[in-house]
């Protein structure tokens, strides 16, 4: 079945700076690609996604980028503010498989004023 | 648009009861819904595909008769947590496809915090 693997499991940046947390899938099949921001005891909230025709999409501060040749997906945030400090998620779904999120381990990002 | 909501939000409870969560979509129909467990500082792991009208399907190592999950309607679904063991305790989270949408984005519930004495 499909593998997520996510990378850093911890982050820490200077407010201002950008932060780029990576993922990898290992199932050629997997076609749809959430970024989910959680805070502690909350849900997860989506914050941007990408289908696999699609190489990159941007949504203000935050950018995701798809490389399906090499099974990675990254998420990018610029001007990082201490808000942005949360845990966050990436996935991987097959659409033909019921949409089954599958999720990587998580980054605990710390934006330091 | 697109809310789930989850109850009871957070319950205790005494090892050996059973605890019902529920899951419903409030404003669109859900064939499909999703159910899945999160350990402090901890991913979440799915563990079950809820669909309406039929078995759910669980991932490997999930333990379908202590884990049992009905989706009678096209809005709700719900698991219960059998005979439950302190080791059960965790933060549950349910989440739903809309019917309609012909992407995979899935809308999740606020969570269940369990907590077994």
């Known amino acids: 079945g499909e593998n997520v693997e996510q990378h850093p499991s911890t982050l820490s940046v200077q407010e201002g700076d950008s932060a780029v947390i990576k993922c990898t899938y290992s199932?050629?099949?997997?076609?749809?690609f959430p970024w989910y921001k959680q805070e502690l005891g909350k849900r997860p909230q989506l914050i941007i996604d990408?289908?696999?025709?699609?190489g990159e999409k941007k949504d203000q501060r935050i950018a995701v980028t798809l490389n399906k040749t090499a099974k990675h997906f990254s998420l990018h945030i610029t001007e990082t503010q201490p808000e942005d400090s949360a845990v966050y998620f990436c996935?991987?779904?097959?659409?033909?498989?019921?949409?089954?999120?599958?999720f990587g381990q998580g980054t605990e990002l710390s934006v330091k004023p | 648009g697109a809310v789930v909501s989850q109850h009871p939000s957070r319950v205790i409870c005494k090892s050996g009861t059973s605890v019902k969560i529920e899951c419903r979509s409030l404003?669109?129909?859900?064939?499909?819904m999703f159910w899945y467990r999160q350990f402090p500082k901890q991913s979440l792991m799915l563990m079950a595909t809820?669909?309406?009208?039929?078995?759910?399907?669980?991932e490997q190592g999930v333990e379908k008769d202590k884990f049992l999950i009905n989706h009678a309607s096209l809005t709700l679904s719900t698991l219960t947590v059998t005979s439950a063991h302190p080791e059960d305790s965790s933060f549950y989270i349910c989440?739903?496809?809309?019917?309609?949408?012909?992407?995979?984005?899935?809308?999740f519930g606020p969570g269940t915090r369990l907590t077994v004495l």
């Open positions: 404003d669109f129909q859900a064939t499909t």
């Open positions: 996935a991987a779904s097959i659409s033909n498989q019921g949409g089954k999120l599958i």
């Open positions: 989440s739903a496809r809309e019917d309609r949408a012909d992407y995979n984005e899935q809308f």
């Open positions: 990408i289908r696999s025709n699609v």
């Open positions: 199932d050629s099949a997997s076609n749809y």
């Open positions: 809820s669909n309406e009208g039929s078995k759910a399907t669980y």
